[in-house]
């Protein structure tokens, strides 16, 4: 039987409850510039409420929170300074984008360790006020070089819609060889409720370039559902990884431009000029 297609936050309903959700769907990118360039696999990604990892550790015995397993999260893998907490890194970052007061619920939505290796090229966390009203979200880049940045981006007025959240930021950090500096991301999210969907569009000197998508369907986080995606997924981190390169050596026999990374940002959080 087809699942229905959900376009609207209304159809979508509110974030899940609990500690974990995990998302099973699949990956897209589409090159649009100089040539056509199309590839998908399917993956699973993995929605946490950072502030009830304890919870989230006994969701699943395969699962481990801040140890190894199976499948695994560790904060370490999301923040930026030693000792540092989820919270803590969410709570800095907002609170440097003008957002007075902390969220009241921050939730994750990232590819989980898998054997003890991750490799996030995007996570997204999706925070909330005590009323329930989603107020900013926080794109965070990494590139296969081992570098990051966090494009922190309140909700503004004429940003949020019935078919969710749209938002704009100019490109502050090299991710692609294949892709110069001189470019736009224009962020279209649905919100995570019984699907997630995050479609980033990305323009150079105002036409399109890429389109990259994430489109996943809520599954409750329980032993079964977990082994599951581990079975059909068991090397998705390697997988992610390969499918990077894979489709850069691709790229580089097509002949597409190659760009050379700029010199490093001091910062890792986009600055608000950049939006």
Known sequence: MTRERITTTDANGAPPEAAGTLYPGRVMHQRLRPFGHRFSYPVFSLLVDIDRLVELGRMSRLLGVNRAGLASFQERDHVENDGETLRQFVDRLLANAGLGAPAARVLLLCFPRILGYVFNPISVYFAYDDTGRLIALIYAVRNTFGGRHAYVAPVLAGEESAAGIRQERGKAFHVSPFIGMNARYHFRVLPPGKTVRLRIHETEDNAPLLAATFNGDAL??????????????????????????????????????FHKSPPAMPARQSPQGTR
């Open 220 to 257: 409750p986080l329980d032993d079964a559902h977990l082994a599951r995606c581990l079975a059909r997924f068991p090397f998705m981190t390697l997988k992610v990884v390969g499918a990077i390169h894979w489709q850069a050596l691709k790229l580089w026999l097509k002949g597409a431009p």
